[in-house]
């Protein structure tokens, strides 16, 4: 299985970003999808999740109406949408997958991660 992030870069707040995560070797049928990201000197959290079904889930609350997640399953492609970024946006996003249809926030839970690209949203 291979995981490739692309997309990343730097924007000025209010600015939009597409990432994209192309993973081979993998499918999508019953299984999730998350993104994460991670700050210097802070944990890796999780940002939003896409389950088998196509339900998402957020676990941070300020990128609830700015972040979106979907997918290309032709392509096995995820896509996170970024919206109306802030400076605290800014961070190394990962994409990650794991086996089982259910979404979780727990970086332990997956399988298979990407090397991440880096977004910085300047003020």
């Known amino acids: 299985v291979q995981v490739v992030e692309s997309g990343g870069g730097s924007?000025?707040?209010?600015?939009?970003?597409?990432?994209?995560?192309?993973?081979?070797g993998f499918t999508f049928v019953d299984n999730a999808i998350a993104w994460f990201r991670q700050a210097p000197e802070?944990?890796?959290?999780?940002?939003?999740?896409?389950?088998?079904?196509?339900?998402?889930?957020?676990?941070?609350?300020?990128?609830?109406?700015?972040?979106?997640?979907?997918?290309?399953?032709?392509?096995?492609?995820?896509?996170?949408l970024l919206n109306s970024l802030k400076p605290e946006d800014t961070a190394v996003y990962y994409c990650a997958a794991k086996r089982g249809p259910y979404c979780s926030g727990y970086v332990t839970e997956y399988d298979y991660w990407g090397q991440g690209t880096q977004v910085t949203v300047s003020s």
């Open 11 to 24: 924007v000025q707040a209010g600015g939009s970003l597409t990432l994209s995560c192309k993973i081979s």
């Open 42 to 80: 802070k944990d890796r959290e999780g940002v939003l999740c896409i389950d088998s079904s196509g339900g998402q889930k957020a676990y941070i609350d300020s990128v609830k109406g700015r972040f979106t997640v979907s997918t290309d399953n032709a392509k096995n492609t995820v896509f996170l």
